[in-house]
């Protein structure tokens, strides 16, 4: 690995500028975007650097980097720069020419800052983190660093299982950061002070709420390859709560963001309208370690609204949440904005609708401005399996929806499942089939032409701290047998079918429900060229392959095998604030086909997040 010593930015800044016309999209290597920021590294007591493990235009259209970006930099003490994986082009010319990974802000070598943050929001991710620390020329595994290395940690959904990762990173940070991390770069300041070592620190740090520091905990293994117990170093927590923001009404939200120049996936100002959601679908993670609902008011949301609007110069908001329908001021929202705003051509956008909560006038009102497609998530193709996973919509929901839709104008919709989902029959298939061509049947009735159904599928992946955590993923070459069956059945000209590689479902699974042992499949593949796994053009299935049986371990151990109730599981040591009993009874629930309510409209259903962390869900509605 290169060696990188004392790099100045001045000279990072003239190679790289050398590099720009030479690769594609160079507007991702500049960072001197509006409303970026720039302080003088003197001034500031703790330097982080925020990393996002994917190219520049997937990072930038994430809210929660944009929010702590914002957040660590409206403290006078700290200052935070920003760092995505480069692309094939720019790391190839990189490595050739000795150039170490650097920050956009200064162009200051990462590994000269005191943090190295990673956000995982994906499984398909984690090569990308090591490569993004070899660039850096930071030492891969935890164990390795030195005093003047930075600490690296790690934060975001996938944090919820961080076993697979856990030699690289210094500690994880578990649940919401907006009050966490401010705390953890405290203590970074106070150790840089104190010339404390670094095991003092890690010490210190792990008495913070959510901090998990993964070399006090130490794992044995049954003969069968099952978890046999965790053995914790004294100090440390026996059980890691995550952190929650108890007032989202009052919580940061930056009054002006970056605006990047090249399109990046999500290119629009966006306003979190609420956090978590209630409706409990039992493959949907984010719906659990979200938990509980919080709202944020009209109000607050119209003067940041305001601010974001006159500080970018963005001509759409989007109202973003898990299900943004379902906030309970949504249609006095959209109804003052789009009044408001109409007149400046400025749109709105709902990015997530469900199907029973969808209301046309509202599509219609967002639509004025300008006309896009409509998905809809049934998830599955017949009521037996939707109770299954607690979906909780019907057909009539559908079909009502989508008539409601035609009569209004649309004619392209989208229509989202999942198959592999725990149960599924050959009938579950043929749902899919026969909700498809109704909708295509109720166009045409109701007289619409150039009718455009795209239907995606993908495969289910079991994820942590959900009640189908227990469940095996499906195996791939009956994954694959289902695909072409729809493929075939799905052939109608109107209809487009998608669906995703099962190879990579696979490889998610493994990751998803992984434990610690796979942390050395990770920095072999790493090594054997993997990276940007997520994107189907550079996903090297046969490397994975080849790496898993170099190192004597079987993928489907993870992946493809179920587990009982009693089992440890890898993240048993992480609590989401929801009680692993309610999990169980909610798995049960699932196979006798038993729906659980929502909590906003009916009794508490028991999951143990509000009273065991002192918060409560807040509507404003």
């Given at each position: 690995?290169?060696?990188?010593n004392?790099?100045?930015?001045?000279?990072?800044?003239?190679?790289?500028?050398?590099?720009?016309?030479?690769?594609?999209?160079?507007?991702?290597?500049?960072?001197?975007?509006?409303?970026?920021?720039?302080?003088?590294?003197?001034?500031?007591?703790?330097?982080?650097a925020?990393?996002?493990?994917?190219?520049?235009?997937?990072?930038?259209?994430?809210?929660?980097?944009?929010?702590?970006?914002?957040?660590v930099?409206?403290?006078?003490?700290?200052?935070?720069?920003?760092?995505?994986?480069?692309?094939i082009?720019?790391?190839?010319?990189?490595?050739?020419?000795?150039?170490?990974?650097?920050?956009?802000?200064?162009?200051?070598?990462?590994?000269?800052?005191?943090?190295?943050?990673?956000?995982?929001?994906?499984?398909?991710?984690?090569?990308?983190?090591?490569?993004?620390l070899?660039l850096?020329?930071?030492?891969?595994?935890?164990?390795?660093?030195?005093?003047?290395?930075?600490?690296?940690?790690?934060?975001?959904?996938c944090?919820?299982?961080?076993?697979?990762?856990?030699?690289?990173?210094?500690?994880?940070?578990?649940g919401?950061?907006?009050?966490?991390?401010?705390?953890?770069?405290?203590?970074?300041?106070?150790?840089?002070?104190?010339?404390?070592?670094?095991?003092?620190?890690?010490?210190?740090?792990?008495?913070?709420?959510?901090?998990?520091?993964?070399?006090?905990?130490?794992?044995?293994y049954k003969?069968?390859g099952?978890?046999?117990?965790?053995?914790?170093?004294s100090?440390?927590?026996?059980?890691i709560?995550?952190?929650?923001?108890?007032?989202l009404?009052?919580?940061?939200?930056?009054?002006?963001?970056?605006?990047?120049?090249?399109?990046?996936?999500?290119?629009?100002?966006?306003?979190?309208?609420?956090?978590?959601?209630?409706?409990g679908?039992?493959f949907?993670?984010?719906?659990?370690?979200?938990?509980?609902?919080?709202?944020?008011?009209?109000?607050?949301?119209?003067?940041?609204?305001?601010?974001l609007?006159?500080?970018?110069?963005?001509?759409?908001?989007?109202?973003?949440?898990?299900?943004s329908?379902?906030?309970?001021?949504i249609?006095?929202?959209?109804?003052?904005?789009?009044?408001?705003?109409?007149?400046?051509r400025?749109?709105?956008?709902?990015?997530?609708?469900?199907?029973?909560?969808?209301?046309?006038?509202?599509?219609?009102?967002?639509?004025?401005?300008?006309?896009?497609?409509?998905?809809?998530?049934?998830?599955?193709?017949?009521?037996?399996?939707?109770?299954?996973?607690?979906?909780?919509?019907?057909?009539?929901?559908l079909?009502?929806?989508?008539?409601?839709?035609?009569?209004?104008?649309?004619?392209?919709?989208?229509?989202?499942?999942?198959?592999?989902l725990?149960?599924?029959?050959?009938?579950?298939?043929?749902?899919?089939?026969?909700?498809?061509?109704?909708?295509?049947?109720?166009?045409?009735?109701?007289?619409?032409?150039?009718?455009k159904?795209?239907?995606?599928?993908?495969s289910?992946?079991?994820?942590?701290?959900?009640?189908?955590?227990?469940?095996?993923?499906?195996?791939?070459?009956?994954?694959?047998?289902?695909?072409?069956?729809?493929?075939e059945?799905?052939?109608?000209?109107?209809?487009?079918?998608?669906?995703?590689d099962?190879?990579?479902?696979?490889?998610e699974?493994?990751?998803?429900?992984?434990?610690?042992?796979?942390?050395?499949v990770?920095e072999?593949?790493?090594?054997?060229?993997?990276?940007?796994?997520?994107w189907?053009?550079?996903?090297?299935?046969?490397?994975?392959?080849k790496?898993?049986?170099?190192?004597?371990?079987?993928?489907?151990?993870?992946?493809?095998?179920?587990?009982?109730?009693?089992?440890?599981?890898?993240?048993?040591?992480?609590?989401?604030?929801?009680?692993?009993?309610?999990?169980?009874?909610?798995?049960?629930?699932?196979?006798?086909?038993?729906?659980?309510?929502?909590?906003?409209?009916?009794?508490?259903?028991g999951?143990?997040?509000?009273?065991g962390?002192?918060?409560?869900?807040?509507?404003?509605?």
């Amino acid at each position: 690995m290169n060696s990188h010593n004392n790099h100045h930015p001045e000279e990072i800044r003239q190679k790289v500028e050398r590099l720009l016309p030479k690769v594609i999209k160079p507007g991702r290597y500049l960072g001197t975007e509006w409303n970026s920021i720039h302080k003088e590294w003197e001034a500031t007591s703790v330097q982080m650097a925020f990393a996002f493990p994917d190219l520049y235009e997937v990072g930038m259209s994430h809210l929660g980097t944009r929010i702590l970006y914002h957040l660590v930099n409206s403290i006078a003490e700290f200052a935070c720069e920003r760092v995505f994986a480069p692309w094939i082009d720019m790391e190839e010319m990189m490595r050739d020419q000795g150039i170490p990974l650097y920050s956009l802000e200064s162009f200051k070598p990462i590994k000269e800052f005191d943090v190295l943050g990673f956000t995982l929001q994906y499984e398909m991710s984690y090569t990308n983190v090591l490569n993004m620390l070899d660039l850096a020329g930071i030492p891969l595994r935890s164990s390795e660093r030195g005093e003047d290395d930075p600490w690296v940690i790690a934060g975001g959904p996938c944090a919820y299982n961080p076993e697979p990762l856990a030699p690289f990173i210094d500690f994880f940070l578990i649940g919401e950061s907006e009050e966490q991390l401010p705390q953890v770069l405290g203590l970074i300041a106070e150790q840089k002070e104190k010339m404390s070592s670094r095991k003092e620190f890690l010490t210190a740090v792990a008495q913070i709420e959510g901090v998990y520091v993964p070399q006090a905990y130490h794992f044995s293994y049954k003969p069968d390859g099952r978890i046999q117990g965790i053995n914790v170093d004294s100090g440390f927590p026996k059980v890691i709560k995550k952190a929650v923001l108890k007032n989202l009404e009052t919580a940061y939200f930056p009054e002006q963001t970056i605006v990047p120049y090249l399109e990046i996936v999500h290119d629009r100002l966006m306003l979190e309208v609420m956090r978590g959601c209630s409706r409990g679908c039992r493959f949907c993670q984010a719906g659990m370690i979200y938990r509980p609902v919080r709202e944020r008011s009209p109000e607050v949301l119209l003067q940041q609204t305001e601010k974001l609007l006159h500080s970018t110069g963005y001509g759409e908001i989007s109202l973003t949440s898990l299900s943004s329908g379902d906030y309970s001021c949504i249609r006095p929202l959209v109804r003052e904005l789009i009044d408001k705003y109409e007149s400046e051509r400025i749109g709105v956008s709902l990015p997530s609708l469900r199907i029973d909560s969808f209301d046309v006038s509202l599509a219609e009102e967002v639509q004025k401005i300008r006309k896009s497609g409509l998905t809809f998530a049934p998830e599955a193709g017949t009521q037996r399996l939707r109770d299954v996973i607690n979906k909780g919509v019907t057909e009539e929901n559908l079909l009502k929806a989508v008539e409601a839709a035609f009569r209004a104008g649309w004619s392209k919709l989208k229509l989202y499942f999942m198959i592999g989902l725990p149960t599924e029959e050959q009938t579950d298939l043929d749902g899919i089939v026969t909700l498809a061509n109704k909708v295509i049947a109720l166009g045409t009735k109701l007289g619409r032409r150039k009718i455009k159904l795209t239907v995606s599928t993908s495969s289910f992946v079991p994820k942590s701290h959900t009640p189908f955590q227990w469940e095996a993923q499906e195996q791939q070459g009956s994954l694959d047998l289902k695909q072409k069956y729809l493929r075939e059945k799905l052939r109608d000209k109107r209809i487009k079918y998608n669906y995703h590689d099962v190879r990579t479902s696979f490889i998610e699974a493994v990751f998803a429900k992984g434990d610690r042992r796979l942390a050395e499949v990770l920095e072999l593949a790493f090594k054997s060229g993997c990276r940007f796994d997520g994107w189907s053009e550079h996903f090297r299935y046969q490397v994975w392959v080849k790496v898993f049986e170099e190192l004597g371990i079987d993928p489907h151990f993870y992946a493809n095998q179920a587990l009982k109730h009693d089992d440890l599981l890898p993240w048993d040591h992480l609590e989401s604030g929801v009680a692993k009993r309610f999990l169980i009874e909610e798995h049960h629930r699932a196979l006798q086909g038993k729906l659980t309510p929502d909590c906003r409209f009916a009794d508490c259903t028991g999951c143990s997040v509000c009273p065991g962390r002192g918060v409560q869900i807040e509507l404003k509605g």
